[in-house]
């Protein structure tokens, strides 16, 4: 069965870190390219990151370039999503996600990924 498992959010002054990890079941992470997104109440959820099966190739949405950085362990079957410098606006449940298609290196878009986790939440205050 397919299942990811994210972890790491909580509650953080502005400026300040968070890391999340996101579990992956083996089946799902090793043909993978991975993303993660957030989603504010009352907004569509948003790409954040993603990064490509082999970790050699990411992209981000403009709002976090420079702030937060995507990585992916293939031993360990876990993403990572390091977010610094947080900002209020960046308060949202973040999801990471698995996607499968043969013809997609990585994409922010949430319709190129099958399997999604549950959520984790991240609180800023300013």
């Known amino acids: 069965q397919v299942q990811l498992v994210e972890s790491g959010g909580g509650s953080v002054q502005a400026g300040g870190s968070l890391r999340l990890s996101c579990a992956a079941s083996?089946?799902?992470?090793?043909?993978?390219?991975m993303g993660w997104f957030r989603q504010a109440p009352g907004k569509e959820r948003e790409g954040v990151a993603a990064i490509s099966r082999g970790g050699g190739y990411t992209t981000y949405t403009d709002s976090v370039k420079g702030r937060f950085s995507i990585s992916r362990d293939n031993a360990e079957n876990t993403l990572y999503l390091q977010m610094n410098s947080l900002k209020p606006e960046d308060a949202a449940m973040y999801y990471c996600?698995?996607?499968?298609?043969?013809?997609?290196?990585?994409?922010?878009?949430?319709?190129?990924?099958?399997?999604w986790g549950q959520g984790t939440q991240v609180t800023v205050s300013s």
């Open positions: 083996r089946y799902t992470y090793g043909s993978s390219y």
């Open positions: 996600a698995a996607g499968t298609r043969t013809w997609v290196q990585y994409s922010l878009s949430p319709d190129a990924y099958q399997y």
